[in-house]
């Protein structure tokens, strides 16, 4: 069974072609087919969504009868392994479902299994030591991006026809941008948060999900969103009438064809989005060219660096009071061990300031907003990275592992060096986590073998009804290449 998205496969339930029961099982049999040889599912529920499926109704529900996958980090499910891709999480099991998940079965979706994801959501690879690489399904020989990578790689592969995902610095755009997807990031406070967690990363880290089409991006984004009051960052939901409303005029929109930290990005990026460019101009958008990135590249990336230090060493903090011993080497892998160890120097004075300064890079790109509708960027530099391309040398390993005895400014140059590789792939996306803006990767370009470079565009807070009028543009004009399944 081939359906065209989620909707197709909730119209198909509703209108008595399928049973809930039938796309379940044949989801089912994708997996156990396909997933030895991606490595994208690490977890299955087979049994409780074959009961839910039975059970029904779903006529009433926008994804009534549509399996999903849950991402592995931060999506509790009450009774269910939560591992976020860590060893010493290999059988947790959390005793609370997630405000975000919760609403998901609420819309109707039949909830199969998690997806891979590398430690704790830390790389734009997936390659965590418990359950392995996940391969890109388009060629087996590159990693799917991560931190969602599983799920793009399910998505992409047919498993499911949307899958769960979260973006703490890039971690839905940069996955679906390899994979050929749409990826939405909400706006910071869009989606339900707790009771696990309220301010991911404070406020950087998002849920939403890998996507086939706009109008699943779009009913998505109307059936999750919300207004939580306990929330530390409520945002008013936007209209149904503003999200499925089409442009009255032409759109001003700036574009950038660097990198924003000045690293290299390779001819068929920039292509891509030279190609994107001339097709907005031909669709009568106003475009403009920046001669600068809008904000400080460098200062930014940094200020996310120290934030997820800390936020990581506080983690550490409570698990070890849980489990009444210190956390060692031993319980994770090197490059966490690394930032946890880094966030035990950083004083409380410099990361409120810190904070400050994500409020003035904010303060900015409102500004900037002002002036252009939309902001367009690459996603990636490049294509999908190969296995063991960001692999560290020995020395750099070395270091991490004695992180303890370097000082703060040490420590800091050490993260910032462990990433290095991997960040000038991607430079692009981790500027919207920290201002809180709505960004989406759209798969608009392929190199000549065949793999996938999405273009990002991002908005004013709390304006994806713009994201979301463009992309059904460019959609209905056959812009976007999808991954064929």
Known sequence: MEFQDALGMANAVKSGQVSAKELVEDAIKKIDALNPSLRAVVDKQYEEALARATAGP?????FGGVPILLKDLGQHQAGHLSTAGSRHFASYRPSQTDAFVQRLENLGFIILGRTNTPEFGFKNISDSSLH?????????????????????????????????????????????????????????GRMPVGPSSYRGWQGASVHFAITRSIRDTQ??????????????????????????????????????????????????????????????????????????????????????????????????????????????LEDMEIMTWAIYQSGQTIPAKLYSKTLQDWDQFSAQMAAFHREYDLLLTLTVADVAPLHGQFDLDSGLLADLANMAAFSMQDQQELIWQMFA??????????????????????????TAAGLSIGIQLS???????????????????????????
Not at 58 to 62: E, P
Not at 249 to 266: D, E, F, M, R, T
Request: hydrophobic fraction near 45%.
């Open 132 to 188: 392995g690489a996940v391969n890109l399904p388009r060629d087996p020989q590159r990693n799917a991006g991560g931190s969602s990578g599983g799920a793009a790689a399910a998505v992409a592969a047919g498993l499911v026809p949307l899958a769960a995902a979260s973006d703490g610095g890039g971690s839905i755009r940069i996955p679906a941008s390899f994979n050929g997807l749409i990826g939405l990031k909400p706006s910071r």
């Open 421 to 446: 590789d991997s960040l000038a792939w991607t430079p692009f996306t981790i500027f919207a986590n920290l201002t809180g803006q709505p960004a989406i990767s759209l798969p608009t370009y392929q």
């Open 58 to 62: 779903f006529t009433d529900k926008v």
């Open 219 to 328: 009913a998505l984004l109307q059936g999750m969103q919300v207004c939580q009051l306990e929330s530390p960052f409520p945002l008013p939901t936007l209209p149904d009438a503003a999200l499925s409303a089409e442009l009255k005029s032409p759109l001003k929109i700036a574009y950038y064809l660097g990198s924003p930290i000045g690293s290299p990005v390779s001819a068929d990026a920039q292509q891509a989005v030279l190609q994107v460019v001339e097709q907005l101009k031909k669709m009568g958008h106003h475009l403009v060219e920046l001669p600068a990135f809008p904000i400080d590249g460098i200062e930014v990336v940094r200020s996310y660096y120290l934030m997820n230090s800390v936020e990581t060493a506080q983690m550490f903090d409570e698990i070890e009071v849980s489990l009444s011993r210190s956390m060692t």
């Open 459 to 485: 908005a004013a807070k709390g304006r994806e009804d713009l994201l979301l009028a463009l992309s059904r543009q460019l959609e209905k004009q056959n812009f976007l290449k999808i991954t064929p399944l």
